[in-house]
C-alpha cells in the first residue's frame, strides 16, 4: 500500500524493454535494477510476466490512456 508522500517511479517503455532483454539474457533482477537505475526490483518480475503473457504490448503503461481519454 502506499504511504503518505510516497513518489512513484515511471519508466520509459525503452527502459523496460531493455530490462526485459537483460533479464532474459541471463542477467539477475539486482544485476539489471542496478544497471538501468530501477529503484524496485520487484518491478523486473512484473514486467516479466506482462511481457511473457503480452509481448512488447504488455510493457504499455495502460493507465496514461485511460486518464487521456477522460480529459477528452
Avoid at 5 to 15: A, K, N
Avoid at 22 to 32: E, P
Avoid at 52 to 58: F, L
Amino acid at each position: 500500500m502506499a504511504k503518505k508522500g510516497q513518489i512513484f517511479s515511471s519508466y520509459s517503455l525503452d527502459t523496460k524493454k531493455k530490462a526485459v532483454g537483460m533479464r532474459l539474457q541471463g542477467m539477475t533482477k539486482k544485476q539489471v535494477a542496478t544497471e538501468l537505475g530501477i529503484t524496485d526490483i520487484g518491478r523486473l518480475k512484473v514486467w516479466m510476466r506482462k511481457y511473457r503473457e503480452h509481448g512488447d504490448s504488455g510493457l504499455v503503461d495502460q493507465r496514461k490512456r485511460v486518464q487521456a481519454a477522460k480529459e477528452l
